[in-house]
Structures are given as structure tokens and as C-alpha cells.
């Protein structure tokens, strides 16, 4: 950012901010960003399109002489991804000033049992718990947030459609399920004895399945990323097993009825199987976002002025849009990536999808910067 | 074993082996012993004490003078638990002359890539490839082989009696099947483009549990002991999945029809969940063993002379015995434990029972080797 003419802040976070003042610098910023965090056998296009875009999307109308009225700045978000904490968009979930976030970090850690303060600390930010809240961002700070982000689906490259204008982003839920049973060894017990936490475990995987698609809706997903059996040997019936649940749509009231159906088929497990539900804990339930008419039809404009074709599309990942949704008026815009693969190593944009993406963005930032 | 004053051998893969000569040394001598590695997250009373026991048993008659006419033999068998190769009984399995173990060891790698080979290099043992042959014993090495084992199962507390005597040990088969899907994002897959490989885990799961059931008999048990999902990240459609399935029987025929069922399944899984069976694989797949009619008599014998409670039994968990009985008449000696919890830390066995057990076997042995 600094190489782009960019004047950089980090907050207590790591949040990182590039900032180019406009010709009006006490009108509130246009905002345009993204995150460079990544899960474990990810892809490189996740999240990097929309940081290093934004960047070239100030840098070429900075260098070709253009004056912005209001200030422009990119954003790095942290931790996007819920990986090491277990909170996705944490960044962003900060910015848009969740005070539950920021006191459940106080006592948040990681697997190894390392606290978020000290990872943090040790990464040269938050000093003291008191930090955490300096993150937040007033209300009207931006007056519109814009992403640049691969599709994760495989929409557009089916369509050969260039660009997807993103008109809302789905709501997801992340739930955290743990359930505790005997153990025992795998020959000696019998079978009426057991109460295998593992069995308890892919009941609960297909249930997941189960109540989404009787939601009948094909916008309704539920995904179990996460099933680990204790103490994991082949000649031990597990005693214990650990779920991680996302579930997500674009109707709040919909998801939550899967959430409390999930729960609800928990306890029935518990009971059929003689197991305890020791952990049933959401992790995070948030609303879904709509994007902003006016943000809408500027990427509208910019794509036509292109001669790019595009598509109003509704984006079933969650981005950090989905929190900057909360302090600005916010809008995204897609470009297609390769049969929609996101989030393992076959994750690709072409260099044309990427370029379209950029001048999109760069055009649509002009645009929003001179209102 | 050197301080009870044994002489002591090992073999090209680390079984120890600590003799006592008899007055006719020439004589197919008596063995007894067990293990003393364990599973992860276990106790250490399984196959500890048949060890530990075995050194008392021929320590305390020697001490007092006693001739044993056959010599005796304390055997600890190395690498029981399959947990490092995945391979259970590795050195009974191997003492009992398997070809096709010694072949696939000249193969098989850990979890870490490291090969079996290298790892027993690195413990002083097997110098080369041919080593592993140099392990077989000849059938009529032994004359009778006992070992001394906690219940492992819940029948002997239960009831109120001192020691069981193994008339059969249950048939093992072990099993690793993998699956792969197509994996992706968890909130942008739709439902119904998704090749869930970790659902398909999760079926297959269940359905060891059913297959174990339609069968209708007590004494079949199944369990999936590990299931683990790739990449395992909440937001993640698990592309891979990997699992281990022990399933056991007295009845070979039986257990060989739950493992054609579970294949079936897999199989089943794969067309209506749009996933691959990476992998079906039966690592083991032993017959069942019956105990020695004259090894149980004296059994039985040396109980009442004891003045102890005994009980038939079948042993469901399988034991280094169950290799042993394809070289020599074999027979089991099993004391309670506590609530019949075996692999796992509450695993225990009193002072008295234990004391009961090494008592049992000594006389025991004394009358196998006095034939």
C-alpha cells in the first residue's frame, strides 16, 4: 500500500487501512478491500483478488491524474477466515463494533490453548483488553464499502457471464456440537452396552443434511466441516466427538428454523443413544446483508461502460461485506473463477476475469468517490 | 526378566523372550506372556499384567526350589495395538510364520511416512529385509502357550468370580475405507451439486452399526474407531474422508458376511452420494481360535485348588494369543476389572484379583510343564 502512495494505519487488531485523501478529505471515505488469510488447503484467490485489486484499482487512476472527491481507502482485514480462533470475519465483525465479539475475545484461545491476547500481543498488536474496542468504526465513517471477490460458485462461469453484481449476501450460522459417550474397547463391549459418541456424531452429520434440504429451498446449505472422534483408534469405541456445523441462506428466519432443528435432533440423539451433549454451543448466527440500490447501479454503469456482461447474483459465501454491511452502505462485485471450486488448491481466476474485476471496481470507486 | 534370572532373547522385530530351563531342556518348553504397548488415551492394565504376572509366576516357583520338567518361557510380544503400522498382534502375528505380514512390511509406512523398516532400524532391530522371516517360530516350539489378561468386559465383576478361563477368542477384522468427494465452499455449494465425502463417511458409519445388528447375535460386534474428514474446516465441503472399522465374531462365516455387507454399502454410498471409494482395504481378517482342551482343564484345576470362583468365557476383545494358537495349544486367564472399561484411563484391576491371576497361572504352568 505504501508503494501505492498510500498513507497506512493498523488497528489493535490488525486491520490494516491505506488511505488517499480526495479533495473533500473531511467527507466520509469510500472503502473498498478484503482479506489475505486463508483455511488450511486453501486456494490463492480467496480474499487476495480483492486486496491486491483494490490496490490497483487506486493506483491506476492515482498515477493517471484523477481527483477524487472523497478520500478512498483499502482495507486488509484480519482473519477472515474462522481458522485459528473459530470466529470468521473477525476483522470486520470488529469494525462494525460487536461488543459481544469483543468481550468473548477476552477469554477466547486456540486449540493449543493459546488466548487471543497473547497471539495478538505476540504478533505486535493489542497491548490491553482495552484495545480491542478502539477497533470499532463509527457509523458513517465510509459512504460505501465495495468488495472485489471470486465467485466461490460456478454460476458465472457457466453463464460466461463477466462480472456478478452481488444483491445480498446469505446469513450463516456457525455451531460447535460435542457429545460424550463411554468409550470401551471395540471387541469386549457389546453392542446394547455402548453409547458410541462417534455414531452420535454422523447421526447428527446427516440430520444436518436432513433439515436443510427439508427447508425446500435451494439457497438453504448446511455443511459439517469438522467431525473428530476421541480417542480415535480403530479398537476404541469413540467416548467422545466433536462437530463443527455451518449453516447458511439468504431468509434469516429460515436458517435459524434449521439451527433450533439441529439442536432439537441433538437432544433426540442424546437420548436414543444414551450419550450427553456436553458442548451445543453457536459460535456465531448473523443476519444476511442486502447490498446498497446505489452501490448496485454504479457497478451497473461501470460494467456497461466496459461492455462487460454481468448478472445480479445473491453471494452464499459470507464475506467481510456482511459487517461492513452494518457501518456503510455496502455492494460487491463477482468475477467468475474455475467450475466454481473455492476453499482447496484448484481455486483459479484468469488473469482477463481479474483484469475485468479491477476496472469494474476502479470505475464503480470513481464513481462513488465523486457523490 | 534378567533379575528373575532368565536368560533373555530378542528377535529381529523386538519381541523379548526370557527362558528358564527345565530339567529336560530338550522338551517342547511351556510359554506365557503378553504386551505391554497401549492404544492412545488408555489404561495400563491390558496386557501389562500378563507380563509382569508371567515374570512372577515363574519367579515365585523358582524361588522355592520347584523343577519345571519342560522349560519355561516368558514372551513380551511387541506392538499389539495397531496404533503406529495399524497392524494388531504384529509380533504374535509374525512368531506365527505370516508370509504375507512379513511381505507387507517390507511396504508399510506410518502416518508420518517414515517405513516399519526404518523404525525398527532405528530401535536396534530388523537389520534387513530378510530379518523378518528370522521371526517365525516352528510349530512345536511350545507345547502350550497361557496368557494372563484383565476381562476387558464387565461379565466377571458382575458376577462376583475371580477368574475367567477363555474358551474361544472372537475373530477380528479390520478394515480402512476412504472416500472422495468434491468438496468447496461450504456456503456456495448447493445442496444438490455436492458429493459430501464426509456424509458418505457418516452413512457408512451407521451402517457397520446395522450390519452388526441385522445379524442378530450378541457376540458380533462392529465399531468405526477413527473418522476423520479433509481439509476439516468448518467452512469446507469435506473433499476426503478416511475410516478404520474393527468388526469381530466367534463366528468367522458370520463376521465375514458384516464385512461384505459394509463393502456393499461403501459401494451403495458411492452411486448415491456421487463420491469415489478411494479406498476399501481389509487389513486383517483373522479366524478365531479355540482354546486347548488340556490348557483349560488345568485351568480349571488350578482354580479349585486355589479355592476360587472360575467361569467359561469367550474373549471379545483378541489378544497375542490368537496368533499363538496357530503354533501351540493356547489358553487364556482372565481376572475382573473394573466395570469392564479397557482403553481408556479409568481402566483398573485390584491388587487381589491381580494377585488372584499370577497365582492361577503359576500352578498353571507348573502342571503344563510337569506333562
Redo the contacts between chains.
Sequence with gaps: MELAGLSVREDAVGNIFGRWDGVEPELAAVATGSHIDA????GKYDGVIGVLGAIEAIRVPKRSGFKPRRSLEVILFTSE???RF?I?SLGSRLLAGSEDLANSLKTTTDIQNISFLDAARSAGYSKNEDDLSSVFLKKGTYSAFVELHI????ILEDEGISIGIVTAI?A?A?LTVEFEGN???????????RN?A??A???L??AV?RH??DSGS?D????????????????????KSHL???T?DIDEERRNKVVEKIHQSAIKITKTRGVKLSDFHVINQDPPALSDEAIIKAVETATKELNLTSKLMI????HDSLFMARLSPMGMIFIPCYK?????PEEFATIQDMSNGVKVLTLTLAKLSSH
Tied chains: 1, 2.
Design positions: 483455511i488450511p488447503y486453501s477466515e474462522p481458522t473459530g470468521g465467485e466461490q460458485g460456478p446469505a450463516p456457525s468409550g470401551g474397547h471395540a471387541g469386549a463391549v457389546l453392542m446394547p452396552n458410541d462417534g455414531l456424531a454422523s447421526e452429520a446427516l443434511e436443510v434440504l435451494i438453504t446449505v448446511g455443511t459439517v466441516g469438522i467431525l473428530e472422534l476421541h480417542p480415535g483408534a480403530i479398537n476404541s469405541i469413540p467416548s463443527e456445523i455451518d447458511r453471494s452464499r459465501a459470507y466454481g471450486y473455492s476453499h482447496k
